[in-house]
DNA sequence: AATTGTTATCGAAGCGCTTCGATAATTGTG
DNA sequence: CACAATTATCGAAGCGCTTCGATAACAATT
């Protein structure tokens, strides 16, 4: 069984140094076209590859990022860190490096919970998906590792985060209410003090207020203690026990409470969409099973993914730290849940 | 901004020779207790960690092991190969190692599907959970590095392997039911070319067959076209249609058909468990949430992943090619769905 | 006391790569 | 045409570790 090649057999073969072998496969300083062309045809010939851990060696850089979330988030049943870190994955492969992913426990201790790659520094930087406890991410710090956070922001601390757009989405959701004729739009969401939700809610805010409406208090509820379906049955049970003025469409912060505002109005006879259309926030999967179809607003996980990769690499690069803070495109998509005619 | 410590460095302040401090790490040949103790101290106060790329050229290993599998597997909603991971993941700590991970698309494609730590034999081996194309499996052969199988059978070829025991899960559940005093047991299922579903079929046969019970025809529907749910609810139509003789209990071989059974049931007015016992297979999350909640067998996600790493390790600490073929762990989850008394 | 065996430590070579500095070949400039 | 600048190639050192073979110290056996 033959061994795999190594530079030297290919610097051998093409009658060169290894040292111009090493140039021509990292494009470096000057080699002349002809040389650069022999020594790549015997590359190929060879199907010569670099060993990483031989370069890692040289260049004192592992050729890895890590990749850390909490293993409670990996596994719930809704794939949306799993698709981030797709798109991590994807973009990674691009830029030779390999990803190394860590799944830590939700409560953090530092005797065990810490990922070997950070004990070893066999990781050029670090991406965080989704949140952790701080004191990973203090740890991360101190050993002065390039840190890109995805789907979790940090108040008062600067790092590079990637987080979706969630003011963007919750207008594009309220604008497409009012595009369909809609003036009494209605909110119910929980968890207000959550940074996403708050940006939904002002994005709401904001909306209206631009088409030049003021929504009545009686529209909306934001006093749900989270953001589970249950949550959102009971908002829409507040929100209909009063019966002036009811609002004809609803922005419902996320998926799941939609779910349960729908729930709610099955049971009560509210027909969806002829008397109130509703809209929700993250395509999740069950709002495509659901009857009828939930409009929503989609968000680009693989891009999350992608973009995070790409900011670590180049805060990695560069020496310097700056911050980046990026927000994800997001989408609407239409469905069923609020085809009527506003009133 | 002091550079992380080397080996150099622990001999230095320890008095001793790199190569002790080597022996000590691996512990190794002959080192005297004196010496070790010192050694490990300074290690500790150093904070030192050998470098993986070092070690790796040193000894031409990798010190990764890859886990190959198809994208819509990694990110189905129901985390089956995600808790796979996980589990190999857990267990790969232990020994040191890291998992690279790659997922694939499900239609192969020599010229970009390969993941690059095949091409740079950047792993000692490798793990591939799940159905993937069968010429990625003969690729990983071809290069010669130790491979085992997770939830993936291939027949006529000789690979280790990992897969629940379906067989034993079967007659766990049939048995279950036996014991609830049912005599006529049904069995409902479809692609029997599947090996899983076939083992559960004789399971389910073998099972009957022990208790001295001769199964019906017409118990029995086995010729559906896949295993989703609607062919639960249609092969529930099929069984029932036939008036004479109904069985009081059936075997789905797994959840989601199940699922689509006491949809039927319901609409038919078929009380479960009183009028019919249902037991499915596989554990999914949803057969938790629906009413009144599935009996099951839990598969253990996780073990699958743990046997695989240790299995795959094995191979590669032997050099020969010994072939396992290992039948993980299967659980009754006793639910709500049959607890009636049998007719 | 000489011989053998066991235990303990070390020096040096080598793993496959990158890169600095030296040198050689080529081109451009006045 | 001489000289400088540019382009092309190479040798050697070094990255941090393992391990072979050598040597030394010590204990056990004749």
Redesign the interface.
């Known amino acids: ?1 033959s061994q ?1 090649p190594t530079i030297k057999d290919v610097a051998k073969r093409a009658n060169v140094s290894l040292s111009t072998v090493s140039l021509v496969v990292n494009n470096k300083s000057y080699v002349s076209p002809k040389t650069r062309e022999r020594v790549e045809r015997v590359i190929n010939e060879l199907g010569y ?9 040289a260049l004192r850089k ?1 050729g ?1 990022i890590g990749f850390i979330l909490t ?1 409670d988030h ?6 949306f860190y ?2 981030i870190f ?1 798109g991590a ?1 994807f973009e990674i ?1 691009k830029h ?1 490096y ?6 830590i426990p939700k409560q953090f201790n530092a005797s065990n919970s810490i990922p ?2 950070l ?4 990781v050029d930087g670090v991406i965080v998906a989704g949140r952790v406890d701080y004191k990973m991410i203090e740890f991360i710090e101190t050993m ?1 590792i390039p840190l890109v956070l995805i789907d979790y922001k940090i108040s008062n601390r600067q790092y590079s985060t990637i987080v979706m757009n969630n003011y963007k989405g919750a207008e594009q959701a309220v604008k497409h209410l009012i595009s369909h004729g809609h003036k009494k739009i209605g909110f119910i969401g929980g968890e207000l003090q959550h940074p996403s939700i708050k940006q939904r809610y002002i994005g709401y805010s904001e909306a209206l207020a631009g088409a030049g409406i003021q929504p009545e208090n009686n529209w909306i509820v934001k006093d749900l203690p989270d953001t589970r379906q249950m949550n959102g049955y009971d908002g829409a049970r507040k929100l209909f026990s009063k019966k002036e003025c009811r609002p004809t469409a609803i922005f419902v912060a996320n998926d799941a409470m939609a779910l349960g505002v729908m729930k709610y109005c099955k049971e009560n006879n509210i027909k969806i969409p002829d008397d109130l259309a509703v809209i929700g926030f993250d395509n999740i ?1 069950a709002s495509y099973y659901v009857e009828p179809k939930l409009t929503t607003i989609d968000v680009n996980k693989e891009e999350m993914g992608i973009i995070g990769v790409q900011t670590l690499l180049n805060s990695i690069k560069e020496k310097t730290d700056i911050v980046r803070n990026i927000h994800t495109s997001v989408e609407l998509v239409i469905r069923e849940s609020c085809n009527s005619k506003g009133c």
Chains 1, 2 share one sequence.
Do not use: C, D, V
């Open positions: 069984m795999r590859h670099p060993t990483s851990s031989a370069r890692g060696l592992s890895n293993n990996f596994t719930q049943s809704e794939p799993t698709k797709l994955e492969q030779n390999y990803i190394l992913l860590a799944t070997r790659f004990l070893e520094k066999n002065g999967e």
